[in-house]
């Protein structure tokens, strides 16, 4: 009896507000050796890569006077929450950035490892975790400049959690960026319907529309937590070439960047590129990864 006391006591505190949804990590389990096949289930991620990683990078170099060249994110600590095979951890690493990748589901982590232990650079600046966002926050509060949380609130249980466990683990002035999908009739048609079921671009069953995320509901409830929301911008993958662009809708897919508040004032002159500018940029920078 008093075991079962114990284990009564204890289960709440252990499953009550996870984010982490155990139907999604069996989807994600299934599919956890076809991370790097870049024509395979996660192709659309992999040129993903060709706009995300120039606009976490320059969005961060905007911020600092500190330019490492050839590591231009050297000296940056980054959480890649939900890593997956590690496709965006990688770039970043390469980038100089000190990364920690965390994903509840093993194999991913397993799949992860075994990729970066091909490249002595990357083995050595990033470490990968089988662990939930929650489980890391008592050790690592206020441990991260970045947080990039890519493709990931879509499939989390609880975001409200999520966010204020993103800002637990965040420095003060630290930057999180998100990439999602937006909740319109467009994004069902085109998102569910068009990739899952006529075209195969993701898996069928990936993503739930009722979990989609609008901006509105995303940038409030960062700014109910402490987080100065900075940019917002459309993001649209074309099927036929195989590659995202940024546009200005952000009735599909969009990116976030947003600031944890600080003790210190800070100049918001330099905060965010113009959407003109990113799409300069990252036309022009090609990618790391």
């Known amino acids: 009896q008093l075991s079962l006391f114990r284990f009564t006591m204890k289960r709440p505190f252990s499953t009550s507000h996870s984010s982490v949804d155990s139907k999604e990590m069996k989807k994600f389990q299934l599919l956890a050796h076809k991370w790097w096949d870049e024509e395979g289930e996660y192709a659309a991620l992999h040129s993903m890569n060709d706009i995300r990683v120039p606009f976490i990078r320059d969005t961060l170099l905007s911020m600092s006077s ?5 590591n231009p994110l050297s000296g940056i600590k980054i959480l890649d929450v939900g890593c997956g095979g590690g496709l965006l951890s990688e770039p970043l690493g390469r980038l100089g950035a000190s990364v920690t990748g965390i994903d509840p589901v093993e194999d991913n982590i397993r799949t992860a490892d075994q990729h970066k232990s091909f490249d002595p650079v990357l083995a050595k600046r990033i470490q990968y975790k089988s662990s939930s966002l929650e489980e890391i926050v008592e050790e690592s509060m206020e441990t991260f400049d970045v947080i990039v ?6 499939h989390v249980a609880d975001l409200e959690t999520f966010i204020k466990c ?3 683990v965040l420095k003060p002035e630290g930057s999180l960026f998100i990439t999602t999908i937006n909740k319109t009739q467009l994004s069902y048609v085109l998102g569910i319907v068009v990739a899952e079921k006529i075209m195969g671009i993701v898996p069928e ?3 739930e529309w009722e979990k989609f995320v609008p901006p509105e509901e995303l940038e409030r409830l960062l700014e109910s937590n402490g987080f100065s929301v900075r940019t917002v911008n459309g993001m649209l993958y074309n099927p036929l070439s195989g590659s995202w662009s940024w546009v200005e809708s952000t009735s599909l897919n969009y990116a976030v960047h947003a600031v944890k508040s600080g003790a210190r004032p800070q100049s918001h002159a330099t905060d965010t590129l113009p959407e003109t500018d990113i799409q300069q940029r990252s036309a022009t920078a090609g990618t790391a990864g």
């Open 166 to 168: 993103c800002s637990q």
């Open 149 to 154: 949380a890519s493709e990931v609130v879509e």
């Open 205 to 207: 069953g990936t993503h």
């Open 66 to 70: 500190n330019y490492h060249l050839g």
